[in-house]
Every structure is written in C-alpha cells, then in structure tokens.
C-alpha cells in the first residue's frame, strides 16, 4: 500500500510516502516570509502549496500514484477522534474555519491530491478532536464553554502504541498524555476518550513556551482595558509571545535547561514554574479518571530534555508510572492511521460534526 503523508505548517510544508508501514521517502519545504507575505489570507496559500506538493514529488522522482493521501487534520468544528474522509462538507468547514491555522490546509491539498490520483482522501485525529464529558466542559460563565483544542494526532497515536506495547488495546487503558511543545496540553484518556484536556491553543492550562495559559481573570481583564494594548497584541500576548517567550526573551527550551541545570536565573525559576504548572495538571486529569490511572505518558519534543521531564516527575510520581516517549512524528502517526484504516483496523468515518453539548446530569 503506497501512502503519501502531508503535514502543513505555518512556515513549511512537509511530505512523506510510506509503502505499508515502511517509510521510503520525506521532504520539506520552508516558506519564508517574504514568500507567505504574499497571501492576505492562509486559505489563498492553497494553489501553492498544493503545487509545491506535485513539485516535491517530482523532484524526487516518485511519481504521483498511491492507494490513499492522508493529511493533518485543521481546526473544523468539534469531532470526535477518528479517521476521516475527506468529503465536500469538511472542505467548506476548512475553508471558513474562524480559526485560521495552515493545517486547515492540509484536508484540502490532501483531497486536490487525490483527485489527481482516483485514491481517497483523509485526515485523523484533527486538534478539534473532543470527547469531553458535560463536567468538564462547563465554566462559571455560561457564555464561555471550554473547548476541546489538543495534540490529538500525536497523542493519541502515542497512546495506542504504547497500550500495544503493554499488551492491551487503548481502549481498555486509562492514561495521560502529556505533550511537551511549543503548546502544552495535558489529556485524561479514558478508555479510548480524551475526557478532559486543556485547550492548548488559546488561553487553558500550564503555560509553555509561547503561550500564557490560564491566567487570573480580574488582572487579564485590566491589562485589556488599560489602553496599553489592542486586541490583537492581547492575542499575540496568550498565544505566541506568552510563557517563556514573555519571560525570558526565548522559546528554546534546550538552552533554557542548560542556564536552569547551572542554577542561572531568571531561567531556572521561570523553567521550574512551568514544569510545576504540568504537574498540577497532570493532577487534575488523575481526578478526572478517578484515581486510576494506568501510566503518565511524557510526549513532544521537550520531554528530550531530561532537567524537564525530572521536574515534572518529581512533583507527580505518586499517581502512576512515568512513560517518556520523546518527540512528535506526525508523518508517521498520519501514516499509522492511513494505513490503520485501509487494513480494516480502525474505522473510516464521516465529518459529521457535533453542534451543541449537553450540561452535565445532577447525580
């Protein structure tokens, strides 16, 4: 089974083929500003990067025939987790998601692709994944609900693997997956569903390296009202120049650990904050499951670093055994899926999405 993967990002685009489970070839292309600068919008970056696509293969020689083409999932409305065809009601949803993001982008070169190739087309397990229950959904407001905004594709690809690994299916396991990226999202997976999970794009849990997670109310609505700042610098604020990027000037965690390991501040004490703030998380998700939790799963590119994932253990060992899988390959968690599918392993689902969520029942 030939399988091409693509994985858009905001500033490259990356590609891989797979025969099975064999990886035979990846690439990626860089877009530099100069060159995204040219589309107002990250829907009109389509033709190229599409383009960019043909001419990726084209340079390496692989000519455009495969079985399936399975892309990352965008920000659609909320679905459950799965693997999805791409069909004509998920590209108009890609297309006008309010939330503009270049995997929105990968649905639609995925399908443009396989329309060239007569194969079908898919994404899995998109960020918008949400299984949560009403108790977890629910604020002080009620007209503020918690979203469901998460490292699916990587986590619950992690998950699998490793209750696979253990003898046991996924669904008989409860865990938590916590990623460690440029986000951080910490998720209580029970049996088989993400139960609760911060939204990790935009304002909820620990912050991480660029963004400012959640923050006391009453001060954040000061700081918007003091005239300091516009909307869009209170955006960029939570999500992108927030976290270690607003403490110390940087978001590379590598060197934060190597200044933190030598006990140099502000670095080491705004490190410790962060990691701590995991930890506490991580707390919440083993309420969540009750207590039983099966094994805490460190995932992402920061659980490298050794100083981080000591950190957050040494503040949550006494829940549950601490599994480290380091870093992310959303080519082959894409690929996994596609071929998952193909083989009658996982089910291939239609966009259907969900349009309103019930309030948690009084017991």
Known sequence: MKILVINPGSTSTKWA?????????????????????????????????????????????????????????GLLKPTPSGVYRVDAVMAADLLESKLEHACNLGGLIARDVADRCGCPAFIADPEVVDELIPESRVTGLPQINRMSIFHALNTKAVARRYAWSQGHRYEDMNLILVHLGGGISVGAHRHGK?????????????????????????????????????????KKMLNGEG??????????????????????????????????????????????????????????????????????????????PIVIRAGEDELDSLAFNAYEAMTGSLPIMDYAPAQKFDRPTKE
């Open 17 to 73: 083929v797979y025969n099975d489970r064999t990886l035979l070839w990846k690439d990626t292309a860089n877009h530099s500003a100069e060159q995204l600068k040219k589309y107002p919008h990250v829907n009109d970056q389509l033709p190229m990067r599409t383009q960019a696509t043909f001419d990726a293969l084209a340079n390496a020689g692989i000519k455009p025939e495969f079985d399936v083409v399975i892309a990352r999932g």
């Open 194 to 234: 993400v139960i609760d999970v911060n939204n990790a794009l935009n304002g909820d849990g620990p912050f991480s390296p660029e963004r400012a997670g959640t923050l006391p109310a009453d001060q954040l609505v000061e700081l918007c009202f003091s005239g300091t700042h516009d909307r869009r610098q209170i």
């Open 243 to 320: 976290g270690l990027k607003a403490h110390l000037g940087t978001t590379d965690v590598k060197t934060i650990s190597e200044k933190a390991t030598a006990g140099i501040e502000p670095y080491k004490s705004v490190l410790d904050a962060m990691l701590y703030g995991v930890a506490k998380c991580v707390g919440e998700r083993a309420v969540a499951l009750r207590g039983k939790v099966d094994a805490i799963i460190l995932t992402g590119g920061i659980a490298h670093s050794d100083y981080c994932t000591r950190g957050i253990s040494k503040w949550i060992s006494w829940i549950a």
